[in-house]
């Protein structure tokens, strides 16, 4: 079979322009069942925008979005019922309980009585708050609202569930435990899950597939070995130093074999041709220009430098 | 729908405070500006001539209290006599079929006012009692009274204390009126503000792409805002009417059905402000100008009367304040409902405009 053959959800050609400022354009991407997909890209690239489309909350400037081939453009209900969304913004009511922001959306979705409670306990499970369920979400932690956030769009049993950035600005233990909790979904429930995030560790994790989004346009996607692949005549070198040298950073450029040099604001990172044999060069510039070199190191690729060798930045500023 | 209305009262019931501190700050506004219930009113004692039997008394005494400035309260002559020669009360009142007396024991302000009142009322009585003669008509009483209550033109009467409009429209009833409409603004306006909470939370969304069609969403949002503000404004007039005794009129189901006009009228022009604004802050920003100044041009703190500049006259005929309270005042002066149509239907086609392109504003936005 090929790729895509199966999709269950699919977007082509997705574009989004507020006035002047297009936002997403171009963008072709596809689910299939039971995949976990990752969106990768720093902010303001689009993410968000593109997922709006995608569930079908805001109407697209071109391009259309089908669920098992069926228009979401033309019929959102096609894939509301089938869809969870989680969105990057804690949506609840801060001043009820979990429990009472889970019986209303759960109400809204036509749940009622033993079924509604027995789904409530579920989610509440899944996220692990059944013990703290009574309390006011305002007097929660930020993971805990996350989670929060996240079991509501779990409630109705989607078959996708679209997730924005779920783990920003929340504390590694809660992350983790995220995280875990999408993996399982995914895994062992068959979820089909589309997760955006800038974290690059995050969708290498999670993933089986990521599409890397930069100024609205998907600018590289396939597996993590496919994006990294993209380097394999690569590799980077890392100098770390004790402060900044600018006339190294002058030398280093004007050598021909080094292809790209970006100064940090911990040293100088430099992405060479793979066996290249630079690293006497570099002692020797370093030696001229007096730099103390606190570290030196060889890399593999990582999707962070397949970012940063498409678009010369870097993922997260 | 429903669970959108049950959800606000959940919340309402979390955060009473908005609501609470309106109808407490109404409450405390009319309560000092209005004068103390009852208090104001002066009081007089008044026993009846012999020749008079009990439903000639009930009938004087109850045309004589429909002044809401003077109490006539029933005593004997012994009683009277007694309190007015020791100094108790200033005055007492004897009524006669076509006449009265005044016993006095020093001089007293209000007696001349109380004098000229009484003179007044028997006058009226008397005048109608030889026109039902001359002509033999007996509802002719019924027509001049119904005729009076509907003057076409106000009367105005000047006493000691300043201007009265016809009838018993006063100066309490107006802080009443006034307050609690310019109040319930505040309350309504900011209940719908829970709808830019929402979309700026993104709860709206969560609700929007569920099964919740988006009419009921609006629908759910502005029946709760329509209740809050109707339930204010009933519970201060209640707390008024019964607990202080101010006159609002005989007709209460006029009376509800005013309020739910003006609320409606309220409600849309939230949703217009909704609509105008980009965000909360701007909403918190531009409520209380906004409210205060229709107070202001629609009559809540001073009759429109008092308004001269044309300007000013022109704006306050797209303002639903001024037709609450026009509408307000007609139902205290007791007007029937054919008084009333005129403001009552203005505030329903300004609720209608309103509601129509705040929704849209609202709508192209999203
Ligand atoms: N409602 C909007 N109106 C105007 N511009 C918007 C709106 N939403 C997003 N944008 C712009 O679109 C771009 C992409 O934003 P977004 O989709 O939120 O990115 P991301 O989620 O990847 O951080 C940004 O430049 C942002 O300013
Ligand atoms: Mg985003």
Redesign the pocket.
Known sequence: MLKGESAVLETTNLK?A??K?V??SDVNLYLDKGESVGLL????????????MISSLVKPSAGDVTWHGKSVVKDPNVIRMHLGVVP?DIALYKELTAVENLRFFGRIYGLRGKELESRMANVLEIVGLTERKNELVKHYSGGMQRRVNIAVALLHEPEIIIM??PTVGIDPQSRNYILEMVQKLNEEQGMTVLY?S?YMEEVERLCDRIYI?DH?KVIASGTKQELTGILSSEETIWLELDRSYPGLVAELNDMEEILRVIETDKGIKLITPKNSRLLGSIFQAAERQQAQIISLNVQVPTLEDVFLHLTGRKLRD | MKSIFLLQLQRLRREPMLLLSMTGMTFLFVFFLGGFGASDQVEVPVYFDQSMNGKEQDILLERLNQSESYRFTETDQKTAEKQVALGDIPFAMKAMPDDYRMLIAADDPNQVLVDQYVKQVYAEELRLQEAESATGETDLRNGVEAALKEAPIGLTTSTAEGESTSGEYSQRNHFLFGMTLFFSIYTIIFSLSKVAEEKRTGTWNRVILSPVRKFHLYIGHLAYSFMIGFLQIVIIFSIFRYGFDYYIGGNIGLMLLTVACYTFAVVALGMLLLGLVNNLEQLNAIVPIVTVSMAMIGGAYWPIEAVSNSILLAMSKIVPVTYGMEALKGLALDQSLSALAQPLAILIVIGVFCMGIGINLMERRA
């Open positions: 989004k507020f006035k400022n936002a997403v890209g720093p902010n303001g690239a689009g993410k968000s925008t593109a997922i709006s990057q924005d950035e955006t800038h989004m609205g």
